[in-house]
């Protein structure tokens, strides 16, 4: 059985307990270590050995360097109670430099692999800092086997011209074994009612909440906006003053993913996947989740134009792409849905062949083997042109 060392920057981020579900259901033995963030709980993950580091804070990124710098120096110690791994999975650049101090702790170097779901917007200045962050990035991944991403934009855009490790794209899709999928409540028989956007997952766009917010007022009734997931209350002026003034848009808090997926997204019917949040970089170029949990499970998803999200839509023929979020666009392109329109929109969903939204275990099984078969292999940096 592979033994995986997961080396992680946010224990209570969902995804994290999605990628520690995913290599468990490849057949892997997982054994995490890294920080939680302030006021979140401790999180239930299925792993053999829960190692927690230290506490870290949103929108403070000297903060969680220097939480990390701490554990480095004192690495030899902590990581002495943990059973020696095969690989580590480092997600995120400051837990591949970690990766790197740990690797020489045991009899066998353990091969590692860098994780990178999103592009921090430091990495992407062209002064010193960034320049910094860049160095720091090609000297750790000079140890690894394998960049793990999350979408080809990603490699496009900023791997590929920075240099890159082999690269294997893991999309955000959830994990699902063949169960009730959510239905968009346009395919029931009773249509009656405000049209509902749905706005899932990490929040941290204040102009998608703007553009929504106007959006519900706008059409005073007819469209309801529900929002769901963790505020990233950094990124607002007032996230909860702004929620409490509007009618017709609400907070309905957090829900349990994935137990909860197919009940939020089929009581919507379309789903918000636009973030502006870095915008024109890691915001263009990411597959956000709710992109996969809302199509799985019925929700019309909504896109913005020129992004990889609507690049996505377009290929596979499927929700509304917008050419941006003015009022007067929301107003005609969503507020202006026929009933027709949007039965039609629901059913190309629905159409879909589950395995662009899905991982199941036999994907999972595939994913385990691709990284066992790193083991003591070489790492091979491709320099940048």
């Not at 690989?87 to 970690?98: F, P, S, T, V």
């Not at 998608?208 to 002026?237: H, I, K, Q, Y």
């Not at 949007?342 to 994913?367: E, I, K, P, Y």
């Amino acid at each position: 059985m592979l033994k995986i060392l997961y080396l992680v920057p946010n224990l209570a981020d969902p995804a994290v307990a999605r990628r520690v579900d995913m290599l468990r259901l490849g057949g892997a033995q997982i054994h995490v270590a890294g920080f939680r963030r302030a006021g979140t709980a401790v999180p239930s993950l299925d792993v053999d050995t829960y190692l927690e580091l230290d506490q870290t804070f949103d929108a403070r990124f000297a903060q969680r360097l220097l939480a990390t710098a701490k554990a480095m120096s004192g690495a030899r110690k902590w990581a002495g109670g943990l059973p020696q791994p095969d690989l580590i999975i480092a997600r995120n650049l400051e837990m591949l430099g970690l990766a790197n101090r740990l690797q020489g702790f045991w009899p066998s170097r353990p091969s590692v692999v860098y994780e990178c779901l999103d592009i921090h917007r430091l990495m992407l200045r062209e002064d010193a800092i960034g320049r910094a962050m860049r160095g720091a990035e090609r000297h750790w991944s000079k140890q690894a086997a394998l960049l793990l991403t999350s979408s080809p934009a990603f490699s496009r855009n900023y791997f590929d011209v920075h240099g890159s490790l082999p690269t294997e794209v893991v999309e955000n899709k959830v994990i699902w074994d063949g169960g009730e999928r959510g239905r968009n409540p346009a395919l029931a028989a009773e249509t009656n009612g405000p049209l509902r956007i749905g706005w899932f997952g990490a929040l941290r766009c204040a102009r998608s909440l703007e553009a929504l917010s106007g959006l519900a007022d706008a059409m005073d009734g007819d469209v309801e906006v529900v929002l769901r997931g963790r505020p990233a209350l950094t990124e607002f002026n007032d996230f909860n003053a702004i929620v409490a003034g509007q009618e017709h848009l609400r907070f309905a808090g957090p829900y349990r993913n994935p137990d909860d997926l197919a009940a939020i997204y089929s009581d919507v019917h379309l789903a918000w996947a636009i973030d502006f949040f870095e915008e024109g970089q890691n915001s263009k170029w990411l597959l956000p989740n709710r992109l996969y949990e809302g199509c799985l499970h019925g929700a019309v998803p909504v896109a913005l134009k020129g992004t990889e999200t609507g690049a996505f839509l377009e290929r596979n023929g499927i929700g509304i792409v917008l050419p941006d979020i003015e009022p007067q666009t929301l107003r005609t392109m969503i507020g202006g849905l026929t009933r027709e329109r949007l039965v039609q929109l629901a059913a190309a969903v629905a159409a879909q062949d589950t395995a662009r939204f899905a991982v199941n275990a036999t994907d999972c099984v595939a994913l385990v083997n691709k990284l066992a078969g790193l083991l003591a292999a070489p790492t091979r940096l491709t320099e940048a042109a």
